[in-house]
C-alpha cells in the first residue's frame, strides 16, 4: 500500500509570488484534502477534491485554488503569495465511499514567504 | 459553525501517571470525532476515533455530547506516548475536518 506523498518538502518563495505544491493520495483513494497548519497551530481545512471537483472549502480566499486529476492526485495553487502563507501544508486522501474510513496524511510542503 | 478547542498547549506528567487531554467542540449537527497523534518525526495519523469504541496503545475516549467533549485517556503513561495530539471534527458531509490546536504531551522518566 502506498502512501499519500507530496512535493517539494521544502519551497521557498517571495510575496507576490505563486506557487504549486503537489499530492499523490494513497492508493485505493479517491479524495485528497488540503490543510494549512501555521507554527503552533492545529491544522486548517482549505479545500476536499472528489472526482476532479471541489467539494467543499474551508475560510480561504479564492487565491487558494486546486486541481485533481483522474489518477485522483492533486495540486494546491496558491497566487500572489503573503508572509501570512509561510506554513506546512499537508494534504490527506480517503475514500469517499467509506464515510467510517479516517483521512491518511502526507509529511506536508514547508513554504516560507521572504 | 464548527469549533474544536484544546485548552492545553502543553502537558507534562512522570511515566506511570495518568494522562487526561482534553477536547470540547462545537457543533450543530452530530459529531464524529477523532483524535490524531504525531510522533517526533513522523506524519501525522489517526490514534482512534469515537465510533470504534475501541482503545489504541492504551488510550481511551468517550464521547460526552452533555459536555460536548471527547477526552482522550490513559490510565499509566509511558514515554513513548510524548507526542502532539490533535482533537478533530469531521461534520456531517463528511469533506471538513476541523483540528484543535493540538497538544504537547511530555511523559517524563
Known amino acids: 500500500e502506498t502512501g499519500v506523498t507530496q512535493s517539494p518538502t521544502h519551497l521557498i518563495k517571495t510575496r507576490g509570488q505563486q506557487v504549486t505544491l503537489r499530492c499523490s493520495s494513497q492508493?485505493?483513494?479517491?479524495?485528497v484534502s488540503w490543510y494549512q497548519q501555521a507554527l503552533g497551530q492545529g491544522p486548517q481545512f482549505i479545500f476536499q477534491?472528489?472526482?476532479?471537483?471541489?467539494?467543499g472549502r474551508g475560510n480561504f480566499p479564492p487565491r487558494f485554488s486546486g486541481l485533481q486529476f483522474p489518477n485522483y492526485s492533486s495540486e494546491l495553487n496558491v497566487n500572489a503569495l503573503e508572509l501570512d502563507d509561510s506554513a506546512l501544508y499537508l494534504c490527506?486522501?480517503?475514500?469517499?465511499?467509506?464515510?467510517?474510513?479516517?483521512?491518511?496524511f502526507g509529511d506536508g510542503t514547508r513554504l516560507s514567504i521572504l | 459553525a464548527q469549533r474544536v478547542t484544546q485548552p492545553e498547549k502543553l502537558l507534562s506528567v512522570f511515566k506511570g501517571a495518568p494522562v487526561e487531554l482534553k477536547c470540547n467542540y462545537s457543533y450543530s449537527g452530530s459529531p464524529e470525532l477523532f483524535w490524531y497523534v504525531q510522533y517526533s518525526r513522523q506524519r501525522l495519523q489517526l490514534l482512534l476515533r469515537h465510533i470504534s469504541r475501541e482503545s489504541i496503545k492504551g488510550f481511551t475516549a468517550d464521547l460526552n455530547k452533555g459536555e460536548t467533549s471527547f477526552h482522550l485517556k490513559k490510565p499509566f503513561a509511558q514515554e513513548e506516548d510524548s507526542a502532539m495530539y490533535y482533537c478533530?471534527?469531521?461534520?456531517?458531509?463528511?469533506?471538513?475536518?476541523?483540528f484543535g490546536g493540538g497538544t504537547r504531551l511530555m511523559v517524563k522518566p
Open positions: 492508493s485505493g483513494h479517491n479524495t
Open positions: 477534491y472528489y472526482r476532479e471537483e471541489e467539494n
Open positions: 478533530a471534527l469531521l461534520n456531517n458531509a463528511g469533506n471538513m475536518l476541523t
Open positions: 490527506a486522501s480517503s475514500l469517499k465511499e467509506n464515510l467510517n474510513q479516517p483521512q491518511h
